[in-house]
């Protein structure tokens, strides 16, 4: 699964999609195999369920968290220096949780100068119960927004459609065949399909057929 993911993780998505309860969750699965992790705290477009809200869970699984210096809501863009760190550090695997729309990506502005795309992959999570990508055309148009403002291509789509803990299996093979068609559309291949264990209760109906590999996830940045 992870490991076989490039060394730099960039994660991204539109509003609603999880993105953020995606990237605690990678980075946790990538914690077990790698014995160095760092994951960026880089959205300054959402306020509410941020990464660096479970900085001390992650620490204490080993996992460094880069967040601003200075503790509190409105201070969003850490030390340079500790952004860029990482990328030139080849022993640790750099997960970012960007901003999901086009101011949130600039702050890639950073890093881009310094990123190889051999060693860089850039995730785009979606959930397809959210307005703006609950088409193929309108996952596609969002994509094309993001990488036009982080001068970055996606390399990976991840279907992360959910109804939090109304989530069924009926309702993640709904987004898989919308996803499918983005990717034909885009030539993006799904990376993986996430589902709540605890939630989706009736996971053995989801389909063999499914986009990417079978991602499950734990709420960490819920209750």
Known sequence: MVQDDKRITIITGHYGSGKTEFAVNYAMKLKQISPKV?????????????????????????????SSSIE?????????????SPVRDKST?????LGGNDVGTMVLGRLKPLLNAAETDFFMVVNVNRPDTS?????????????????????GLINN???????TAENIAMGDKILKEASQLSGVPIKY?????EVVKDAEKLPDDL?????????????
Request: glycine share 8%; aromatic share 8%; charged share 30%.
């Open 38 to 66: 760092t994951l960026g705290d880089l959205d300054i477009v959402n306020v509410y369920f941020r990464s660096r809200e479970r900085k001390k869970e992650l620490e204490e699984k080993g996992i460094h968290v880069i």
């Open 72 to 84: 509190g809501d409105s201070i969003d863009i850490p030390a340079v220096a500790a952004i860029v």
């Open 93 to 97: 695997r750099y997960i970012v949780d």
């Open 135 to 155: 088409s193929p055309e309108g996952i596609v148009e969002e994509m094309k927004s993001l990488e036009d403002a982080s001068g970055l291509r996606v390399t």
């Open 161 to 167: 459609t959910n109804l939090i803990r109304e989530t």
């Open 193 to 197: 399909t996430t589902y709540v264990e």
């Open 211 to 223: 986009g990417g590999e079978l991602f499950p996830l734990k709420f960490y940045m819920r209750k």
